[in-house]
């Protein structure tokens, strides 16, 4: 697997020699076309990427909460 990683990692490494940085534009579009891949494939949880946010950003300040409160002791 290791050797096709490596493949990848230089085949991305002339591409980006030859053709320069990667518009900001053309990256969303890659982008969103691989979450839309991904949604059509059953491998993402919906088609609303904001879905369930609310609940991963309460998750997210309690986490933060319970290990600020275990450094200070």
């Given amino acids: 697997m ?4 490596d493949r990848v ?13 990667l ?3 053309k990256a969303f579009r890659i982008v969103n076309g691989l979450r839309e891949e991904a949604v059509a ?8 990427p904001m ?3 609310e609940v991963d950003i309460r998750v997210a ?5 319970c290990s600020k409160h275990s ?3």
């Fill in 2 to 5: 290791k050797g096709n990683w």
């Fill in 9 to 21: 990692y230089r085949l991305e490494k002339l591409i980006a020699s030859e053709e320069g940085p």
């Fill in 23 to 25: 518009p900001l534009e």
């Fill in 41 to 48: 494939l059953g491998r993402w949880a919906s088609g609303d």
């Fill in 51 to 53: 879905e369930g946010i």
């Fill in 61 to 65: 300040r309690i986490l933060n909460s």
């Fill in 71 to 73: 450094l200070s002791r």
